[in-house]
């Protein structure tokens, strides 16, 4: 598969960064440099990245219960250390890193 770059929208902040399709939400986030971005696991296990998708086409991996309940992840709320993108993507942060990202 050829790696695509795709767009992600952060509509909190209004900021649009790069993502490769083969990394996560999360790893192209923290190249916007944000102090505080992120301090996580990076691996599913803190919550701390948890995002609401509102558009665009991903594909996840298997996320903790504890952080993100089957109605969430329902509503495309994920955590994006977790999630792949396909398509641009349009998100909002909803996790533990609002307050750095938003700052
Ligand atoms: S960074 Fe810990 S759950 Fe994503």
Redesign the pocket.
Known sequence: MSTTYVNVTIVDTGEVYRCRSDESL?EGMERLGKRGI?V??????????KVHIHSGEYDKRVMSRA?VSAEEEAQSIV????VKPRTDITLSVIGKMKKNVCA
């Open positions: 999360l992120p996580g696991c990076r691996g599913g296990g803190c919550g701390v990245c952080y955590l994006a250390c977790r």
